[in-house]
């Protein structure tokens, strides 16, 4: 089964969550902060530190080591704006 | 509302334990837990899994087939629990969900305890718990060459599982020094199965080639958009690092834990006493028998202090007991199994606390901690503005930083940076963190987000 993260098919197990699927297909950075502009992934794994942020069919925020991915879901990175250089 | 005798939070170790127990005593029973399966972090596990990798299985398989009568909600964070003044009735509150409880038994586990170092922000960078979840529940290696970090014997099952689904370690870094268990010989021969247990994963870590380094420390990550290396440098008995003793050692992951932080915020937004236990962590003040200072709020697993599944599930029976006991249902144990809980609660208190006095978070990240490297990973905010504030703006505790520079004021609320920024302020201040130092990042009105869309569609009605 296949999702989307910016455009790209990604595949995944069916059980796995976004975090888990991205990192299986090499893809190991989705975010930038909105301060530094860093470049973020997963950190904590498990819900805690909300580092891996997505936005998820449109809703923005989405924990992408808590949802799983499905079949035909639309992730897209969650490049903040930069509020500072 | 649907109403219960015990409402367990946490499906971990603790909770499972505690939930059979209060089934078993004849409450009425529900376990609320944030994953789809039960098992918590200790037991997390893929929905075919065999128990391939996990530790005390049988434990697990057993526990769950007794869940039996017990109501089992799953994919429920608890975000709030409300209570009353007058008796103990509280509403615990899970995305939309409202379920009523007479008791409660907080079994909300530990996450891992990080300390900020140079380059730690960078994609690559994972908490050893993270490396562990990763596997065991998604069945996914972050990095292809690991370094393991940190502190404390959870490093251990963290190389080793990650050797066997196919990642390269490159090694495994221990910043104390594990010959200095032979100081508490009483303690370790009082949990004897911890000794082959530490053979084993020594075992496993020799058939993988995982070289095993002690007293040493990864002071710094590096990479520009990923990591693409670490510093590693030895440690000296008390924690600093030996000068010109630093080599690099390149490799994509590094997976990095010093401990656990216990998750009391339910806790303490309930009104529950804490305490500062032996390895730095705030955790909830109970009884023997596991009472919080809240009238009908027990206690168990990792928020009572770290120490372990085997002392969690004695902890979750012990806890589950009182609070039928509280309702007027006869103990679900006789005298003499209730004699021998709290003897295996004794003595694996007293190991625990051996391997807080083997493992503390070594002192070194104080030192190289620069200005620049950030402490709280959500607002960016770096150490020299935290020195600054104390400096410039008198500020002189945990909570006038968090006002003043916004460090764990972000979307981890704290989760991740708040111990640290309670050492790092406590440090500038010439002195040792607080209570009132961690529980100014431990206090939280709302434990987890919550959408506008789940409040309207709360059934509140009591």
């Known amino acids: 089964m296949m999702f989307t993260f910016d455009g ?36 904590c794994g498990i819900g805690v530190c909300f580092d891996c942020l997505v936005r998820v069919n449109g809703v923005p925020a989405q924990r992408a080591c808590l949802v799983p991915a499905r079949p035909g879901d639309v992730v897209e990175s969650h490049d903040e704006p930069q509020v500072r250089a | 509302m649907t109403g219960y005798d015990v409402v367990v939070i946490g499906a971990g170790p603790a909770g499972l334990a505690a939930a059979v127990t209060a089934a078993d005593a004849g409450c009425r029973v529900a376990v609320l837990d944030s994953g789809p399966r039960p098992g918590g ?5 893929r929905c075919d899994a065999d128990g391939r990798g996990h530790r005390d299985w049988a434990t697990f398989v057993d526990l769950r087939d ?8 799953s994919d429920a964070a ?57 596997v065991k529940g998604q069945g996914v290696c972050f990095a292809r060459r690991v370094v393991v970090a940190g502190t404390g014997p959870f490093l251990l099952p963290v190389a080793t599982t990650l050797a066997d689904a196919g990642s390269t370690v490159a090694g495994v870094y221990e910043a104390n020094d594990p010959f200095r268990y032979a ?31 002690r007293r040493t420390a990864v002071v710094a990550a590096h990479g520009t958009d990923e990591l693409t290396g670490v510093t590693v440098a030895a440690l000296d008995p008390r924690g600093a690092v030996v000068p010109g003793s630093e080599s690099e050692v390149a490799c994509d992951g590094l997976a990095v834990g010093f401990g656990f932080v216990p998750q009391v915020e339910l806790a303490v937004a309930l009104g529950c ?40 599930l004695v902890e979750g029976q012990l806890a589950a007991g009182a609070a039928a006991v509280s309702l007027g249902h006869a103990a679900p144990w006789s005298a003499r199994r209730r ?5 295996a609660h004794h003595r694996l208190r007293r190991f625990a606390a051996a391997l807080h006095a083997v493992h503390p978070v070594p002192a070194w990240w104080l030192d190289r901690c620069d200005d620049d490297t950030l402490v709280c990973r959500c607002e960016e905010v770096p150490a020299g503005v935290v020195r600054r504030a104390m400096r410039e703006l008198s500020v002189c505790d945990a909570r006038g930083v968090k006002l003043t520079t916004r460090v764990g004021m972000g979307w981890c609320q704290g989760r991740v940076c708040g111990y640290a920024a309670a050492c790092l302020t406590a440090h500038e201040a010439g002195r040792r963190p607080t209570v009132a130092d961690l529980t100014g990042y431990a206090s939280r009105p709302l434990a987890q987000p919550v959408t506008l869309a789940d409040l309207a569609a709360a059934d509140l009605t009591d």
Not at chain 2, 41 to 45: A, K, P, V
Not at chain 2, 66 to 73: D, N, P
Not at chain 2, 285 to 304: H, N
Request: hydrophobic share 40%; net charge positive.
């Open chain 2, 66 to 73: 007794r869940l039996g009568r017990v109501e089992r909600i």
């Open chain 2, 273 to 312: 006493a804490t305490r500062l236990d032996r390895d730095g962590s705030l955790v909830l003040a109970t009884g023997p028998d596991l009472a919080t200072s809240v009238p009908g709020v027990y206690a168990a697993g990792e928020v009572t202090g770290v120490g372990g599944a085997a002392l969690s």
């Open chain 2, 183 to 213: 100081r508490h010989v009483r303690p370790v021969l009082g949990a004897p199965d911890k000794l082959p247990e530490a053979g084993r994963y020594a075992w496993r870590m020799l058939r993988h080639r995982v070289p095993y380094h």
């Open chain 1, 8 to 43: 790209r098919p990604v595949p995944s197990d069916g059980q796995q969550t976004i975090a888990a699927a991205l990192l299986a297909g090499g893809i190991r950075s989705w975010r930038r902060t909105r301060l530094g502009g860093r470049p973020r992934g997963v950190f």
């Open chain 2, 78 to 134: 608890v975000w709030f629990i409300g209570s009353r003044p007058d008796s103990p009735r509280f509403t615990v509150h899970a995305g939309s969900r409202v379920v009523a409880a007479r008791r409660l038994v907080i079994a909300t586990g530990a996450h891992d305890r990080v300390v900020p170092f140079p380059g730690w922000d960078l994609p690559g960078v994972v908490t050893a718990g993270a490396a562990q979840a990763l």
């Open chain 2, 41 to 45: 972090q200790y037991w997390r596990h």
């Open chain 2, 339 to 343: 004699g021998r809980l709290l003897r």
